[in-house]
């Protein structure tokens, strides 16, 4: 519902104290003027900076005085039609006991004289005195509709916004931007490539995920063809971004939860699962949305999960869950439960959201996991990602001795209980002290020796409870252990 409509519905039924969340202010008070002109009802505004303007009495209202332009709403004469006053960024000036109760005064003789006051703020920061009085109203970020009246309203002919496939994707990478953001971004992209395309939006679209500070975008160029191994983790995430025509387009897939031994590619299958299917990766840190101010942490993780639900179509990963979520369980004693309510929110959006997010979160320890977050319909399956095995190695080895342009005929050393990373590593090694393989590998300890306690652990909760990353199907643990020795790698990977 557009803002406007639902505020006419508000002020019909009688609603005299109304706070409107906006991002976009002037875009919000553009609109209420419209419908007020629309509806032959009264407009006035008051900002610090311009003072009150339209139609109410100014006389004796301070351009700075919030407390007078309250109170300047009681000399508007009762004719029969609303009188609306738009506050902006007034949620500045309700540390004052004066301000919060001339307010009180205001909406309490709105009701009967049908004059409103509406708070226009970026934020919700409604004081106790005032929790009961106000109704929230939220003016979303523009729809793909209206993204693309701003894009046609700016291009002059369709070579300048092209319709079919192309004019989707400069939607979708419109999506989750502000209506101002949105233009700075279609003219951008004019005055680079003399036509509206993606590369140019997507500029502005990170810098604004950066200037918020809860998430990050990546657009880099990684695929699958860049990371060795995970065949059935691949297939199940293509298969399900990828529907055929046969399915049905209302089921969206939710995400996958990677449990797995650090370096076999959790983050980097995340990283290469948004270039591959067109999609663009949303990174979540946790850990940002724990604010020091009561009921901060809880605002900005609702504010990062609108943003991600407006992004939509997109790949969102959220890495090592486990060092977020791990203390939920009993924070009430240590952070007044705010880590609890965190995890709450975040499990209802996992469970309910309808946007088109496919979530990929990781974990390097199940048991510091809460028990809910593993249930049905949280994630549509559950990988464990284990060492890799021979055909997968060897096609890892494959793939970085390309990379690191090193003599593919070396001896490869022993690399029984070695993860992708640690492959990558020695050959990577090898290029910069320009030694062989089996120099470097001198350098390198595997993680499976390093921490072969909670590798073993991982791998027996995992057995029979996950499905296998590689092989598909319920995962079983392998107890017998590779032999120890080293070989020349074939150059065909696959005839091993």
């Known amino acids: 519902m557009r803002l406007a409509d639902e505020i006419q519905e508000l002020v019909r039924a009688g609603f005299s104290g109304l706070w409107v969340q906006s991002c976009e202010s002037e875009e919000a008070l553009a609109e209420l003027a419209q419908m007020c002109q629309t509806e032959s009802w009264m407009l006035a505004s008051w900002d610090i900076d311009a003072g009150l303007n339209g139609q109410v009495s100014t006389e004796g209202v301070a351009v700075t005085d919030p407390l007078s332009a309250v109170r300047s709403l009681a000399s508007v004469p009762g004719d029969g039609h609303p009188t609306l006053l738009v506050l902006a960024n007034f949620h500045r000036f309700l540390g004052s006991a004066e301000v919060i109760q001339a307010l009180l005064h205001q909406v309490a003789q709105g009701k009967v004289h049908q004059r409103h006051l509406i708070i226009l703020s970026p934020v919700v920061q409604l004081p106790v005195e005032l929790e009961r009085v106000f109704t929230v109203v939220e003016h979303a970020l523009p729809s793909r509709e209206q993204l693309e009246e701003i894009a046609a309203s700016i291009a002059a002919d369709t070579e300048e916004f ?54 990050s975008l990546h657009r880099g160029g990684e695929t699958f063809s860049d990371l060795g191994g995970l065949a059935a983790l ?20 939710k995400g996958v939860l990677l449990l797995g031994v650090p370096g076999t590619g959790k983050s980097a299958l995340a990283r290469s699962l948004g270039a591959e299917v067109g999609r663009p990766t949303l990174t979540l840190d946790l850990g940002t949305l724990m604010g020091g101010i009561v009921g901060e942490t809880e605002s900005r993780t609702r504010r990062a999960l609108k943003v991600i639900d407006a992004m939509a179509p997109a790949v969102l990963f959220v890495d090592e869950l486990e060092k977020s979520l791990s203390g939920s369980s009993g924070s009430g004693q240590t952070d007044s439960g705010v880590g609890s309510r965190m995890l709450g929110t975040l499990l209802t959006w996992l469970a309910d959201h309808t946007s088109d997010i496919f979530v990929i979160a990781t974990s390097n320890d199940i048991s510091k ?26 096609a890892i080895w494959q793939m970085y001795l390309r990379r690191f342009r090193l003599d593919p005929s070396q001896v490869i050393p022993a690399d029984e209980s070695w993860t992708g990373a640690e492959v990558r590593a020695c050959c990577r090694l090898a290029a910069l002290l320009d030694v062989s393989l089996i120099e470097a590998a001198k350098n390198v300890v595997p993680v499976a020796a390093t921490s072969a306690e909670s590798v073993q652990r991982l791998r027996s909760w995992s057995s029979g409870r996950c499905l296998s990353a590689e092989s598909g199907g319920i995962y079983r643990a392998d107890s017998t252990p590779s032999p120890k020795t080293r070989r020349r790698l074939s150059p065909n990977p696959e005839s091993n």
């Not at 400069?170 to 004019?190: H, K, M, P, T, V």
């Not at 996991?369 to 060897?394: N, V």
Request: proline share 7%; hydrophobic share 40%; net charge positive.
């Open 369 to 394: 996991l809460p028990p809910e977050l593993t249930r049905a319909e949280r994630f549509d399956a559950i990988f464990f990602l284990d060492l890799p095995g021979r055909s997968q190695k060897d």
């Open 234 to 253: 691949k297939e199940f995430c293509l298969r399900a971004l990828r529907p055929s025509r046969s399915t049905n387009n209302s089921v969206k897939a």
């Open 162 to 215: 092209p319709e079919g496939s192309p004019r989707e994707r400069i939607l979708d990478a419109a999506c989750g931007l502000s209506r101002y953001e949105a233009e700075n971004a279609f003219a951008l992209s004019l005055v680079r490539h003399g036509c509206i395309e993606p590369s140019a939006i997507w500029k502005i679209k990170s810098l604004a995920l950066l200037k918020g500070g809860l998430l």
